[in-house]
């Protein structure tokens, strides 16, 4: 079966304990994405790569950091989380890059910071 | 830039009713533009997407939207509610440099 998974799914932490969130796509996609969803701001891209060793930053890329060492994998890390990091992320893959073709989702990562 | 915007945070419509979520852009050039739906504790689904030709696509579930250039607008439609299409639906454009933009989302309730 195609699809994106994340873990953890649910993780709660405190302030300046780095953490991982791991995604990984089977579907050979050379475009992955990170975003966060806010309550009314939607989705906000954090990072995104094009492919193994490309990333570049999306719109909200401050106390985070990614790499692509593999194709299939595009870790999300926090090195010193802070409470306004409390959020929902979503990893998302795609084809390519360029914009034409749809994002497939993970089911999502609820993080909290206290 | 490019961007999105709903400008709805809820819509209500009754079951059997059609349904319309509204969304406008504004793109330099000519726009790809998707539709994505979220139901509870799920990531987003893809649901349809304008690349070029028929200003009328039809997507997954029985949606479709409609592409008006003049009015900046992509609107998803549905002929006949249902109540399983609750849920929140977001608009979304490809930006410069290979980024993604999303609108705020717009809630969705079809009441039986």
């Known amino acids: 079966e195609a699809q994106v998974t994340q873990n953890p799914r649910y993780l709660i932490t405190v302030t300046g304990k780095k953490l991982t969130v791991t995604c990984s796509q089977n579907m050979n996609h050379e475009y992955m994405s990170w975003y966060r969803q806010d309550p009314g701001l939607g989705l906000r891209q954090i990072y995104y790569?094009?492919?193994?060793?490309?990333?570049d930053k999306g719109d909200v890329p401050e106390g985070y950091k990614v790499s692509r060492k593999e194709k299939r994998n595009f870790p999300l890390i926090l090195e010193s989380p802070s409470p306004n990091q409390t959020s929902l992320y979503f990893c998302?893959?795609?084809?390519?890059?360029?914009?034409?073709?749809?994002?497939?989702f993970g089911p999502g990562t609820r993080l909290t910071v206290t | 830039a490019q961007s999105v915007a709903q400008p709805e945070d809820q819509v209500n419509v009754a079951e059997g009713n059609p349904l319309t979520v509204k969304c406008t852009y504004s793109v330099s050039g000519n726009p790809y533009l998707f539709w994505y739906v979220q139901y509870p504790n799920r990531g987003l689904q893809f649901l349809l997407k304008?690349?070029?030709?028929?200003?009328l696509v039809k997507g997954s579930y029985g949606f479709e939207a409609e592409f008006n250039k003049s009015q900046t607008s992509f609107h998803l439609k549905k002929p006949s509610a249902l109540v399983s299409d609750s849920a929140l639906y977001f608009c979304a454009v490809p930006g410069n440099f290979n980024k993604f933009y999303f609108g705020s989302g717009t809630k969705l309730n079809v009441k039986p």
């Open positions: 790569s094009m492919n193994v060793e490309v990333t």
């Open positions: 304008y690349i070029t030709g028929d200003n």
């Open positions: 998302a893959s795609s084809r390519t890059g360029g914009g034409s073709y749809e994002q497939y």
